[in-house]
Structures are given as structure tokens and as C-alpha cells.
């Protein structure tokens, strides 16, 4: 890139940090991001760094549920109270000891996919060097007499092409061992979802949630048209090795290549919700799957963090178009 043709590089990519004004995301802190190639996202400081809206030269990637934009001041962490609040987005992080169904476990009683996700970045920075742009973020989950958990995150966003890096590095704080659940509900929306989005995931197996979702299985990559009263459907999938899960839309000729390590996250799940106003589909890799942790304990699957122990989660996001 030749510098002499701009004043200042915001002109063509960097970072702008903004706040919202109005509604239950008032006050919120964002970070929108341009990379100079296409690739625009924006990080939620005030929501554990995660990723909200996500696009490629104009076209949305991101699923946005009905409520919107909600602040964690208003998180309801009863039950399923989680739903009120969850923007969707990109990318929502799970857990960090609770992910799926609210459950009672070793005497510990569980919100729907735990609290991380509303829970404020305690720092965060960014720079750009000459080949990416660079935020760091930390998140603190701890509490007297419970688990005591960091989360540092990272995002590596090429100026090149249009691929972005998440890596997180948790560690156990505190002086005991506690559970470690952790799952990555990264939804799709539309344009980048439609009936002619083509899904894939190399599995070995796939293992339907429920008997409503093994009714349907064959279909489990197919994508339909928005329905009313669609009931959502759950498939639990096997990988071995590094892997490459893709959505592609030749409507719009663009797509996006996930690639995880299944040694960090062994554990995929595909949330196919084709409804009227409510279609996404979620590309969800993870240390466990979202039954609730008794079950995943039962099941003996339950990932443990020592003290001091710090466990390591990479993921390669690219942004395609024209394949």
C-alpha cells in the first residue's frame, strides 16, 4: 500500500471507538473495525469482546436476534433469562464454567450459557503494525468463594485479506480446580444464510439432539426458506484434527471458512433455526456441547482448569467471495 496517497489511515481501515446512545444499549462501547479489504466488524467491549455485526464488502454475515443491542446492565442470569439479552451477532462467547441448558450441578445452579458474555471487558487496547490490526481485551470471571477465571483475549485482523484470528488464553486464577466450559455460538445470518446457502462440515458422525432433530437428519446441512412455527433443530458433530467448516452463498458469492483445532475444541454443534424472524444458523465449535454441564459431567466429557493452568483457543475466520 502506498501511504502518499492518504492523510490518515482511518481513511481506508483501522479502528473507531464509538459508543451507542439510545435504548437498553445505551452507553455501550464498540470497537468498529475496517480492514481495508471488505472485512467490517465490530467488537463489544462492554460484552466480553465479542463480535457483533460482521461483513464483507457490504454484505452482512451476522445473525441480530430481535432484541438488539442490550447492555449487560439489564441481564437477567435467572434460568433462560439469557434469551432477553442475547444479541446473537457474530460470534457470542459461552461459559466460561456453564454452557447450554440452565441445570443444577454439584450443587451449583447454572444460567443458560453462563455469564461471560455480559460481562465488561476489565481492559482493552488495539494497534496496527504494517501486515494487521491488533485488540486485546481481558475479561475477568471471578467471584468470592467460586471459580476465579481470566479470559485474555485476542484478535489478529489481516490488512492483506480478509481473515481474522481469535486467539483466547483462560486461566485458572484462583486456588482450586473448577470446571472449564466453553463454546463459540457463532451465527449466520442473512444474506450470508438463505435456502441456497451451501453448508459443510467434515464429520465423521453427526449425533442428533432430539428426537425432533433426528426426524430430520438426513437434512441436517440443508437450508430452507424462513417458516413459521419452525422448532430448532441441534446436531453434535465429530472431528478429528484441524478442520475447515464453510458456509457459502453463490446468491451473493461470498462465504466464510471457520478452521479450529479439535484438540482444543473437540466438540461442534450445528443450531439450524429456519423461523420467520428467527433464522440462523450456529456454527458453534466448543469444549462441550449445550446439554448443561450435569450432563456433560455425566457423561464424563466435563473439562477441569487447575490453578494456574491455562488452556489455549484458536480460530481462523475467513471472509471469501467468488468461490
Known amino acids: 500500500m502506498n501511504k502518499n496517497y492518504i492523510g490518515h489511515h482511518i481513511q481506508l481501515y483501522g479502528v473507531e471507538d464509538v459508543k451507542l446512545c439510545t435504548g437498553k444499549g445505551d452507553g455501550m462501547r464498540m470497537l468498529n473495525v475496517r480492514n481495508g479489504k471488505g472485512l467490517e466488524f465490530t467488537v463489544s467491549v462492554d460484552r466480553a469482546a465479542d463480535i457483533t455485526r460482521a461483513s464483507l464488502k457490504g454484505d452482512n454475515f451476522a445473525y441480530i436476534a430481535p432484541c438488539g443491542y442490550v447492555s449487560p446492565k439489564y441481564y437477567d442470569n435467572k434460568g433462560s433469562g439469557f434469551l432477553k439479552s442475547f444479541t446473537a451477532g457474530f460470534m457470542t462467547t459461552c461459559g466460561l464454567t456453564a454452557v447450554g441448558s440452565p441445570c443444577t450441578d454439584n450443587g451449583e445452579e447454572l444460567p443458560l450459557h453462563g455469564n461471560i458474555s455480559h460481562t465488561p471487558c476489565e481492559n482493552i487496547g488495539y494497534w496496527i503494525d504494517d501486515e494487521n490490526i491488533h485488540i486485546k481485551a481481558i475479561v475477568r470471571d471471578a467471584s468470592l468463594f467460586s471459580h476465579q477465571l481470566i479470559l485474555e483475549r485476542e484478535y489478529i485482523c489481516s490488512l492483506s485479506e480478509n481473515k481474522l484470528t481469535l486467539i483466547d488464553n483462560i486461566k485458572n486464577i484462583g486456588s482450586t480446580e473448577t470446571p472449564l466450559e466453553v463454546l463459540y455460538h457463532c ?98 465449535p466448543g469444549n462441550c456441547y449445550p446439554d448443561g454441564r450435569d450432563v456433560m459431567r455425566e457423561k464424563g466429557i466435563l473439562e477441569f482448569l487447575k490453578p494456574n493452568e491455562v488452556k489455549t483457543h484458536k480460530i481462523v475466520f475467513e471472509f471469501t467471495e467468488g468461490e
Open 187 to 284: 451465527n449466520m445470518g442473512y444474506p450470508l444464510l438463505s435456502e441456497k446457502a451451501i453448508v459443510t462440515v467434515p464429520a465423521k458422525s453427526v449425533t442428533p439432539r432430539n428426537e425432533h432433530a433426528a426426524s430430520d437428519v438426513a437434512n441436517c446441512l440443508v437450508m430452507e426458506k424462513p417458516q413459521k412455527g419452525y422448532e430448532e433443530m441441534c446436531y453434535y458433530y465429530e472431528l478429528n484434527g484441524t478442520q475447515t467448516v464453510s458456509i457459502f452463498n453463490p446468491d451473493i458469492s461470498k462465504g466464510l471458512k471457520m478452521t479450529i483445532d479439535t484438540a482444543q475444541l473437540p466438540c461442534f454443534t450445528e443450531w439450524k433455526m429456519m423461523g420467520e424472524k428467527e433464522y440462523v444458523l450456529g456454527l458453534e
